[in-house]
């Protein structure tokens, strides 16, 4: 589904060049759920906004879905990201001023869903994630738990192939940390490929696979045959 | 070093090098707040030189104007003009009354402009500014004298006083006192130069340069005694002490005692309502210049309106708010920038107050330095001001007050814009900022939503008003007004030909170009010579009341001259010798005076008789506020002005061989000519000028307001970034973004549309009011403007908009 080879993003001041990513290569299929881990500053989040399609790599080659992008434009890169990719994110990223339906709606909207569907999905997914009883709250009035249950079924309204989640439970106590882990992991045995950035060693149990980044470098890949929680 | 000032110097190091990193927000800044205060300045210069008039006289509480009010079925018309024994009746009768005076500028008894030149010199000049005044004119108001005896410089019969300025034209270098000048050519009648005044200054109500004496005057026999004609500006001194309120109440004793008696003995039978309807009153001379927008006066230039004085300051104080609110906007829209820095401050042990001092020392520095632009602004937009409002206002930079006024209210406006957006940025916590969770502004925008539709409402009215004006310009200028007032030259001055001014006609006729002339001083152009009497079916002087109106003096070729259409009868014509005693006459006086067939009736004024040959159509002789009111015309000489229809377009070359025609009967004096369509236009330099300052004001509107919605949009983008973030993440396209930023500004602008309509409606149609003639206003100037309005708007979010939609979605994700 996705494959990348000496893909280089650096960062530029004035005087001062950083690379962010050097010549990284990985492949992802179809399936899996991978875990990105490394320390601070190490890449993960550049890597993953690239593999999202929200940043543009400066080198290398990056092929979605048999398709090489890596010179696409933000409209095309926009175009492919709503059809094909869901977003989960540490602070949730919930629009405070829309109510839990239309944060949920929003996504359909953009690829241009009739009204009446979109109620009927949004209320499907929503009934799926345990809190259709919330639709008409704000962001503000939910615990973190539910907050981010809210943006799982976002990046999930328009049955992505891929779902991006940047630290996903970084902002949330265990028990709701493991609730959302439990989440993806039904959407990855549904189908969906997950990709996912931790510092969680215990997240990371989750995945088939980990890929350890240091400074902008894959150094390791374990692969596992079976997790256990 | 103190270290008090050590950290000033650290709070103002900073501010400048802030200043200089946002280089586009800076400039906005102190543009939009520059220009507010050169806007202000300007409106405070004109507004100090409105209330300075007529300030310069010794004696200006006990001066007043005297006033009449006349009560027409309830329609009160204010007059300055009184009977010659007005003034003397005043002083004799009431000893509270100290001196009097009177002018008299009257064009009909020879006053208002002429050909002046010395004794003793060929050569004539053209001149204005030419009243009869009395010595106590000169007693009264204390003009300050050059040369001569200010006592009696009028006091004797045939004497002249003349202004400094034409002292130096016409004697400079000498002392003019008992030299003669001759006026029109004159010469039965020389002026002896009784002394010379100071200019009267540009803040005076009264500007003349010649002041014929009035000693020994009498425009016609009896004149002097009669209190039937009424052509004398009156003034009076009262003694310290009088109460000028107590006084008016015994004014209607002259009515009774000179007034009534006199109509009486002129066969008027109906004279009881007369006391009722007429009234006298006291305006003080410094509130001439502004109050007097509702008296009529003959020809005042110096006229103002304290309305206007109002007027200007509210734009004045609006500008200065809006501008200063803007300003605070600026600053609280790059909050998100400062408060890492107001953070760490903080971290690092800083307490609030010195944040407080600190963003205070900027806003000063700002303010500082939009103050220094703004007052090279003003200096250098001065002359465009001027202008704009008629004035010849002079920068006060020698004056002591400018620079520390100056100084003192960039520091209090310094201080007051800084005040909010200092406790503002210093509120923020330091560990929400140092986590990244800014506070962003309060997401209640009533506020400043309630200032863009404030703003644009302003923007909307003035540019309705601008279109309104130059429309009702428009319609004036192109209006169907009864003559042609095309390829007409006006030779004016041709007077002083005396009887050569037939022959000089018969040379022009010789020209190939001249299609005909006319010799008559009545045109239909504002401020030409006028006159005002009663006419009367004849024979019906007792019965009925009589129809006021003009009475021209013209002759056989004007009619034909200036285009003007006969709808009845006949023109005049040389062939018919009874047309001595004929007159044409306009339909409005056929109107009102009830003539069923107006040709052949005979009419008459107390004096002359004459029979209607002719109708003329309507056509407009004064401005078009007014309507058109009845008039005769019958063969007579007024010899002032001459005429010329011209075919050809050629119009230099023409002036060229009229010039020399000219000069071989007068080559002591220059020509003065003046083309008809430019004297009517000319009738409405005030609507011109009035177009002028409305669209000047709303050009500044609409860049102070779009200053603010600037400032509000980079606000807005700031505040949403995440959110348009999270929305671009999703697929959401750019025009959707774009879209999502602009609509809500737009509502806001066609608010103001909605609230700006009917208020510029109602406003506009005041001023049409004065109009007689005007035209109706369409919607279509509210579709316009409405769409302008949306248009600049539009551009002027743009900037912020397209930046948003062009925004990497993750950019506003990373402060997480």
Known sequence: MIKIENLEKVYRTEEVETKALNKVSLEVNEGEFVAIMGPSGCGKSTLLNILGLLDEPDGGSFKFLGTEIAKFNERNRADLRKRNIGFVFQSFNLIDELTVFENVELPLIYLGVGASERKEKVEKVLEKMQIMHRRNHFPQQLSGGQQQRVAVARAVINNPKLILADEPTGNLDSANGNEVMELLTELNEAGTTVIMVTHSEHDARYAHRVIRLLDGEVVMENVREQFTV | MDYNLKMVRNYFKIAWRILLKQKLYSSIKIGGFSLGIAACLLISLFIQDELSYDQHYPNKNRLYRVISEANKSGKITKGISFPAPMAKA??????????????????????????????????????????????????????????????????????????????????????????????????????????????????????????????????????????????????????????????????????????????????????????????????????????????????????????????????????????????????????????????????????????????????????????????????????????????????????????????????????????????????????????????????????????????????????????????????????????????????????????????????????????????????????????????????????????????????????????????????????????????????????????????????????????????????????????????????????????????????PEFVQSVSSVWKSFAPDQAIRYTFLDQSYANMYADVQRMGRIFSSFAILAVIVACLGLFALSAFMVEQRSKEISIRLVLGASGYSIFRLLTQNFLKLVLIALVIAAPVAWYLMQKWLEDYEYRITINLDVFLIAGILAVVIAILTISYQSVRAAFMKPVDGLRAE
């Open chain 2, 90 to 651: 005043l002083k004799n009768d009431y000893p509270e009354i100290e001196q009097v005076g009177r002018f008299n500028p009257n064009e009909l008894f020879g006053a208002g402009s002429a050909e002046v030149r010395r004794g003793d010199k060929r050569e004539n000049f053209y001149e204005e500014k030419i009243t009869y005044a009395d010595q106590g004119m000169l007693d009264i108001l204390q003009v300050p004298m050059v040369y001569g005896d200010p006592k009696k410089a009028l006091a004797e019969p045939n004497t002249i006083v003349i202004s400094k300025t034409k002292a130096d034209k016409y004697f400079p270098n000498e002392n003019p006192v008992g030299k003669t000048l001759i006026l029109n050519n004159n010469e039965k009648k020389p002026y002896k130069i009784g002394g010379v005044m100071e200019d009267f200054p540009s803040t005076s109500h009264l500007d003349f340069d010649f002041l014929l004496t009035l000693t020994g005057v009498e425009f016609w026999p009896g004149e002097q005694g009669t209190w039937m004609a009424s052509n004398y500006a009156t003034y009076i001194m009262l003694r310290p002490g009088a109460d000028a309120a107590a006084l008016e109440k015994k004014f209607p004793l002259i009515i009774e005692k000179y007034v009534i008696p006199s109509l009486i003995e002129a066969g008027n039978v109906d004279v009881k309502d007369v006391a009722k309807q007429g009234k006298i009153v006291l305006q003080p001379i410094t509130d001439i210049h502004l109050n007097s927008a509702d008296i009529m006066e003959y020809g005042s230039n110096h006229q103002s309106d304290i309305r206007f004085v109002w007027l200007f300051g509210a734009i004045a104080a609006f500008i200065l708010i809006i501008a200063g609110i803007n300003f605070i906007n600026l600053s609280t829209a790059k909050s998100a920038n400062r408060a890492k820095e107001v953070g760490l401050r903080k971290v690092l042990g800083t307490y609030r107050s010195n944040l407080v001092q600190q963003f205070l020392a900027e806003s000063i520095l700002y303010s500082a330095i939009s103050f220094a632009v703004g007052l090279l602004l003003a200096w250098l937009l001065l002359p465009f001001f001027n202008t704009l409002a008629a004035k010849s206002l002079v920068f006060p930079w020698r004056e002591w007050w400018l620079l520390p006024t100056m100084a003192s209210a960039a520091l209090v406006i310094g201080f007051l814009a800084g005040l909010y957006p200092s406790f503002y940025l210093s509120s923020f916590k330091p560990i929400n900022v140092l986590k990244g969770n800014v506070s962003r502004g309060s997401k209640s925008a009533g506020t400043r939503s309630a200032l863009v539709v404030f703003q644009f409402t302003a923007s909307i009215i003035l540019i309705v008003g601008t279109f309104i004006i130059y429309r009702q310009m428009n319609f004036i200028l192109n209006k169907k007004i009864g003559f042609e007032k095309d390829q007409v030259l006006l030779i004016q001055g041709t007077h002083t030909l005396g009887d050569k001014v037939k022959t000089f006609k018969t040379e022009l006729l010789r020209l190939p170009e001249v299609k005909s002339v006319s010799i008559s001083d009545y045109l239909p152009i504002k401020g030409m010579k006028r006159n005002g009497n009663g006419f009367w079916k004849e024979g019906k002087h007792k019965e009925e009341s009589a129809t006021y109106g003009q009475m021209w003096r013209i002759d056989h070729d004007y009619i034909k001259t200036l285009g003007m259409k006969i709808v009845a009868g006949r023109d005049f014509s040389q062939e018919m010798a009874t047309d001595s005693g004929a007159a044409i006459v306009n339909q409005a006086l056929v109107k009102e005076m009830g003539l069923k067939n107006p040709i052949g009736a005979r009419i008459s004024n107390s004096w002359e008789h004459w029979t209607i040959v002719g109708v003329v159509e309507d056509f407009h002789f004064e401005s078009l506020k007014e309507n058109i009111r009845p008039m005769i015309m019958d063969l007579g000489h007024s010899p002032s002005v001459v005429a010329v229809k011209v075919k050809s377009a050629d119009m």
